[in-house]
């Protein structure tokens, strides 16, 4: 495996990477959290993008992932995609929660994209327990990494919180 897998903390706005991903919501119409951030630094194209996707797809289902332009981002690109609210483990969250990731790499992948920087996805105000969602999301990044052939050189993911940062650390030794 050629890709390097790395912990990093900060804002994702500001990474010169060529995708950043988004946790977006299902209808990608913008929201809070990370989803805010992403727009507000990314001017209006992003969001003209979102809707043009949302005319012809109806949104965005949980776990599946859409590409836009990064806008104003130093990212080229922005990769949405929507991770599941958490529900105490009933809902087959680890399942779409693996998707949204594997989804993502896969899109960066097809576009020959050579860096990604992943969000703490759901890990916000979706709730999900950061520990199982960092350990889904490494996992469902290797795996994908093992499968197929890829242009990615980077994976970057990127912690906003002291806690999550710690645990990605653990996990990427
Ligand atoms: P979700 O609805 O998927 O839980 P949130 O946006 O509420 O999405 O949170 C997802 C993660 O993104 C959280 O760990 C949150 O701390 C983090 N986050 C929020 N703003 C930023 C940012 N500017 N850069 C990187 N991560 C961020």
Known sequence: MHTKLEAIKGDITKLDVDAVVNAANNSLLGGGGVDGAIHRAGGPAILEECKQIRAR???CPTGEAVLTTGGNLPASYVIHTVGPVWNGGRKDEATLLQNCYYNSVRIASEKNLQSIAFPNISTGVYGYPKQQAAEVAVQAVK???QKNETSLKYVLFVCFDDD???????LLV
């Open 164 to 170: 999550n940062y710690t645990l990605y650390q653990k």
């Open 143 to 145: 795996e994908y990494l």
């Open 57 to 59: 797809q109806g949104g």
